[in-house]
Each structure stands twice: as structure tokens, then as C-alpha cells.
């Protein structure tokens, strides 16, 4: 799989549970699917991630999907 095709398994996985409800498990589904790629380790999304959510710019689904759906 290249770096898109697992980027965009990543997404998909992780907008499965926003449409859920379940954002913290969105965004955890997210980090973690990401660093199962060699290509995609350490990916932004992490710590800009955690930064909007810690600062709760990441509470609504629309939120979270702009997020996730941001990612490259």
C-alpha cells in the first residue's frame, strides 16, 4: 500500500467514528492508524492534532471531520 492509499485508509477509518459520535476515538483511530506506515510516522496530524484538541477546537463532528479530511 503507498502513502496515499494508507492515508487514505487512515481517514476513512477514523470518519467511520466521527459518523459514530465518538470524536476521541476519531481522532485516536487517526494517530495511531498513521503510525503504521513507514511514510506516514510522525505525521503533523499529531501533534496539531492534539494542540486543536486540547484546546477543544475539535468538539463538533464537523469539527473533526474538517480535521481528518485536512490530513495529507
Not at 19 to 37: K, R
Request: proline share 1%; aromatic share 6%.
Amino acid at each position: 500500500m503507498n502513502r496515499q492509499e494508507h492515508l487514505r485508509w487512515c481517514k476513512d477509518r477514523a470518519l467511520a467514528y466521527v459518523d459514530a459520535g465518538d470524536n476521541n476515538q476519531a481522532f485516536a483511530s487517526l494517530i495511531q492508524d498513521l503510525n503504521l506506515h513507514p511514510d506516514t510516522q510522525g505525521h503533523s496530524a499529531s501533534e496539531l492534532g492534539m494542540m486543536l484538541l486540547i484546546s477543544g477546537h475539535l468538539t463538533t463532528a464537523r469539527d473533526m471531520r474538517d480535521f481528518i479530511e485536512g490530513c495529507n
